[in-house]
């Protein structure tokens, strides 16, 4: 084992004993031979100073451990469908902050990644970082053509660490799957994995630039939303350059309230700005966390939000939107049934799942919910208990579901500090009722068909292949247009059947390719 792995692993041994993380090994339901385990390690034996409680010990081991390790905890708060409340709350206190590295390093990887000497780019460049981050840090700079910008670099050296890190975090989750059912369940190697998809996204900058371009495409001269241009004849794997935003943190009340901000519109338009994101574009910000979140100072009575950092970017599937959308209208609406028969349907849960079961399951954790006022009701938690109470029913919950309900969570609170008799539902419900009644409408269903006709040739060559496949026999001449009619026919069953269920059978174009796909095929 290469010594800078040993001496890494030390360094995680001495914080694990200084915050008694291993209390948190020992308090599972171990078996015996490990139970024996406590006894021998001598650190155990030590008095103790005192206790904290386990989630604030974990927060402040991570913060200890260093930037690999605070990213962890970050994505670890994610997880709130496996975590325990207490754990998880610490886990969202972590703060982005660390120590910057020197500038000097700084300076020298951007001139690597450009090309170019720091003066031959800027007119001007701050070597004292503005921000500094677990991946990154940013740098104040001009460009030679006036226009300020940030620059963000990437730590130097840092894959070596994580690649180590990432290694002795599996190995840990492999530890804890083997010895308890209760660590099992927490699937802590699916969380390293994902944790070390989403650290190797971060650390090319070319995707965040190309996610911020997107973002501020779909957001273009809207009075909801403003993102960052991107400069990217300057722009590299390990150096982003972007326009550099003037705007009021959203944390800072006192200074939103000093210049008169429409706190309630704010927090209204946060909601709306989110869920805009998910159902209209299906491409939403998912690290939303106050850092990455300022507002304009322009128009204080009609506020604008400006967002960066889109490094993690969530999308959804039209069945994935289709899921969300009915299931929230019919929670609302105390339809239980109706959530568990959608569930079904839609494969989240087994088919052979009792509904009944499910149905009484789900009323059971949502009835207390609803006795309370509507604007004390967290679509994030409710969307928490939901995933919850479908797990117990082998319900697999897909990682954009996860990334989904966070990002809830972030503009729930936010919304929630900026005016705290904020009524998500009343925001909502009317956005969710508009996205359905335009789906039944005959543009939305025209668009549907053009997409299932520009698949027909794809269809229709599958079919013909297979079928020279299966049968070698020559065919009399009149044979090939017959042949022509089935695979045109079948095809526009297939293209029927995909968009009736699109629209639970309740749209006229599948009806249409229904008829004309039979047609064709009783013609042969």
Same mark, same amino acid.
């Given at each position: 084992m290469k010594l800078i792995a040993t001496r890494r692993l030390w360094r995680i041994l001495r914080v694990v004993i200084r915050y008694r993380l291993d209390d948190l090994l020992f308090a599972l339901p171990l078996p015996g031979y490990l139970r024996i385990l406590q006894w021998l390690l001598p650190w155990r034996? +030590?008095?103790? !100073?005192?206790?904290?409680?386990?989630?604030? %010990?974990?927060?402040?081991?991570?913060?200890?451990?260093? #930037?690999?390790?605070?990213?962890? !905890?970050?994505?670890?708060?994610?997880?709130?469908?496996?975590?325990? #409340?207490?754990?998880?709350?610490?886990?969202?206190?972590?703060?982005?902050?660390? @120590?910057?590295? @020197?500038?000097?390093?700084? $300076?020298?990887?951007?001139?690597?990644? +450009? !090309? %170019?000497?720091?003066?031959?780019?800027?007119? &001007?460049?701050?070597?004292? #970082?503005?921000? &500094?981050? =677990?991946?990154?840090?940013?740098? %104040?700079?001009?460009?030679?053509? !006036?226009?300020?910008?940030?620059?963000?670099? $990437?730590?130097?050296?840092?894959?070596?660490?994580?690649?180590?890190?990432l290694a002795w975090l599996f190995l840990l989750a492999g530890i804890a799957e083997r010895a308890s059912p209760d660590a099992r369940r927490l699937r802590p190697r699916e969380v390293v994995s994902d944790y070390e998809k989403t650290i190797y996204d971060e650390l090319d900058l070319l995707r965040e630039a190309a996610n911020t371009s997107q973002l501020r495409r779909n957001f273009s001269d809207s009075p909801l939303l403003y993102v960052p241009q991107i400069y990217w004849q300057w722009s590299r794997p390990k150096v982003l350059v972007m326009e550099r935003i003037y705007g009021v943190p959203v944390t800072d009340m006192a200074t939103l309230v000093d210049q008169g901000t429409d706190l309630k519109k704010l927090a209204e338009r946060g909601v709306e700005i989110f869920f805009t994101q998910v159902f209209r574009d299906s491409f939403f910000h998912a690290d939303m966390h106050p850092g990455n979140i300022f507002v304009s100072t322009r128009t204080p009575w009609d506020p604008q939000y400006i967002a960066i950092d889109c490094g993690i970017i969530g999308t959804l599937t039209p069945e994935d939107q289709d899921y969300l959308a009915r299931n929230l209208l019919a929670f609302?609406?105390?339809?239980?049934?109706?959530?568990?028969?959608?569930?079904?349907?839609?494969?989240?849960? #087994? =088919?052979?799942?009792?509904?009944?079961?499910?149905? =009484?399951?789900i009323r059971t954790v949502c009835e207390p919910i609803f006795e309370r006022p509507l604007k004390e009701i967290s679509f994030g938690h409710l969307l928490l208990h939901l995933f919850q109470t479908a797990r117990r029913f082998n319900m697999e919950v897909q990682p954009q579901l996860v990334l989904l309900q966070k990002t809830l969570l972030n503009i729930e609170g936010l919304g929630r500090q900026l005016y705290p008799d904020l009524d998500l539902w009343s925001t909502a419900q009317p956005y969710l009722e508009r996205w359905m009644r335009e789906r039944y409408m005959p543009k939305h269903a025209l668009a549907q068909l053009q997409q299932q006709f520009e698949r027909l040739p794809h269809l229709a060559n599958t079919m013909q292949a297979s079928l020279e496949n299966f049968n070698h026999r020559p065919e009399p001449k009149a044979q090939p247009q017959r042949w022509l009619n089935t695979l045109l026919g079948a095809s526009l069953l297939v293209a029927s059947a995909q968009l009736g269920l699109t629209f639970h059978l309740e749209a006229w174009p599948a009806w249409l390719m229904l008829s004309a796909g039979l047609c064709l095929v009783l013609r042969r």
């Amino acid at each position: 084992m290469k010594l800078i792995a040993t001496r890494r692993l030390w360094r995680i041994l001495r914080v694990v004993i200084r915050y008694r993380l291993d209390d948190l090994l020992f308090a599972l339901p171990l078996p015996g031979y490990l139970r024996i385990l406590q006894w021998l390690l001598p650190w155990r034996w +030590l008095p103790r !100073g005192k206790t904290l409680p386990r989630g604030e %010990a974990l927060r402040l081991a991570l913060e200890d451990l260093g #930037p690999v390790f605070i990213k962890f !905890g970050q994505i670890l708060s994610t997880r709130r469908d496996l975590l325990p #409340p207490d754990i998880a709350d610490e886990m969202a206190k972590l703060q982005d902050q660390v @120590p910057p590295f @020197p500038s000097e390093q700084s $300076i020298k990887l951007i001139e690597e990644q +450009l !090309g %170019a000497s720091i003066a031959e780019v800027f007119s &001007s460049f701050s070597s004292t #970082p503005l921000a &500094s981050a =677990s991946i990154a840090q940013v740098h %104040a700079a001009q460009l030679k053509s !006036g226009e300020d910008v940030v620059v963000k670099v $990437i730590r130097p050296g840092l894959k070596p660490i994580i690649a180590q890190d990432l290694a002795w975090l599996f190995l840990l989750a492999g530890i804890a799957e083997r010895a308890s059912p209760d660590a099992r369940r927490l699937r802590p190697r699916e969380v390293v994995s994902d944790y070390e998809k989403t650290i190797y996204d971060e650390l090319d900058l070319l995707r965040e630039a190309a996610n911020t371009s997107q973002l501020r495409r779909n957001f273009s001269d809207s009075p909801l939303l403003y993102v960052p241009q991107i400069y990217w004849q300057w722009s590299r794997p390990k150096v982003l350059v972007m326009e550099r935003i003037y705007g009021v943190p959203v944390t800072d009340m006192a200074t939103l309230v000093d210049q008169g901000t429409d706190l309630k519109k704010l927090a209204e338009r946060g909601v709306e700005i989110f869920f805009t994101q998910v159902f209209r574009d299906s491409f939403f910000h998912a690290d939303m966390h106050p850092g990455n979140i300022f507002v304009s100072t322009r128009t204080p009575w009609d506020p604008q939000y400006i967002a960066i950092d889109c490094g993690i970017i969530g999308t959804l599937t039209p069945e994935d939107q289709d899921y969300l959308a009915r299931n929230l209208l019919a929670f609302f609406k105390r339809d239980y049934r109706k959530v568990a028969q959608l569930h079904i349907d839609s494969g989240w849960v #087994p =088919s052979d799942t009792r509904i009944n079961e499910f149905e =009484s399951a789900i009323r059971t954790v949502c009835e207390p919910i609803f006795e309370r006022p509507l604007k004390e009701i967290s679509f994030g938690h409710l969307l928490l208990h939901l995933f919850q109470t479908a797990r117990r029913f082998n319900m697999e919950v897909q990682p954009q579901l996860v990334l989904l309900q966070k990002t809830l969570l972030n503009i729930e609170g936010l919304g929630r500090q900026l005016y705290p008799d904020l009524d998500l539902w009343s925001t909502a419900q009317p956005y969710l009722e508009r996205w359905m009644r335009e789906r039944y409408m005959p543009k939305h269903a025209l668009a549907q068909l053009q997409q299932q006709f520009e698949r027909l040739p794809h269809l229709a060559n599958t079919m013909q292949a297979s079928l020279e496949n299966f049968n070698h026999r020559p065919e009399p001449k009149a044979q090939p247009q017959r042949w022509l009619n089935t695979l045109l026919g079948a095809s526009l069953l297939v293209a029927s059947a995909q968009l009736g269920l699109t629209f639970h059978l309740e749209a006229w174009p599948a009806w249409l390719m229904l008829s004309a796909g039979l047609c064709l095929v009783l013609r042969r």
